[in-house]
């Protein structure tokens, strides 16, 4: 099990998360690997993630319910060095988990790769862009990259695939 440092606050970090530690932890991943929480199983995690990967690129599309004052408040928690908490339900997913999309964990560890490659090259091709977030509204690049670093540790702890720093 990997034990990465968490740091929100550091851009090389999240690069290095993205780019590499962040898949390389999820090789362990194996359908029947249970969650320490949620109801989630390891596909709909990986197909969750990717989706959130591909909102970040506008590749897919959600409407942010939040109203704007309450979401500038709610985007200090990108800046503020700790983790999603346990409990956190994205309010674009409160009525349940879309449809898996794959045929199995293997063909959704594919996309999700290539997803994190697309963002990646995003992030350099196109440094001003935004994208909505279902609970921030829009955001740039850098948000994106606080969000999907906060969002991948929050789910390699719930699959057992990250150790929580003491």
Same mark, same amino acid.
């Given at each position: 099990m990997a034990t990465i440092r968490f740091d929100v606050n550091d851009p090389d970090l999240r690069e290095t998360f993205l780019g590499q530690l962040f898949l390389d932890a999820l090789v362990?991943?194996? =359908? =029947?690997?249970?969650?320490? $929480?949620?109801?989630?199983?390891?596909?709909?995690?990986?197909?969750?993630?990717?989706?959130?990967?591909?909102?970040?690129?506008?590749?897919a599309e959600v409407e942010c319910p939040i109203p704007e004052a309450k979401r500038e408040r709610m985007k200090a928690f990108l800046y503020d060095n700790r983790p999603s908490p346990h409990d956190f339900v994205n309010p674009a997913l409160a009525g349940g988990l879309p449809p898996l999309r794959y045929a199995g964990l293997a063909e959704a560890k594919a996309a999700l790769r290539v997803e994190v490659?697309?963002?990646l090259d995003h992030v350099r091709a196109n440094p001003g862009a935004a994208h909505t977030h279902p609970v921030?509204?829009?955001?740039?690049?850098?948000? $994106?990259?606080?969000?999907?670093?906060?969002?991948?540790?929050h789910h390699?702890?719930?699959?057992?695939?990250? =150790?929580?720093?003491?």
């Open positions: 362990a991943l194996r =359908d =029947d690997t249970p969650p320490r $929480w949620g109801r989630m199983t390891a596909q709909q995690m990986i197909e969750h993630l990717a989706w959130g990967f591909e909102l970040s690129t506008g590749r490659d697309r963002f921030f509204g829009p955001i740039g690049v850098e948000e $994106w990259s606080r969000t999907h670093f906060k969002h991948a540790h390699l702890l719930q699959f057992g695939l990250l =150790d929580e720093e003491r």
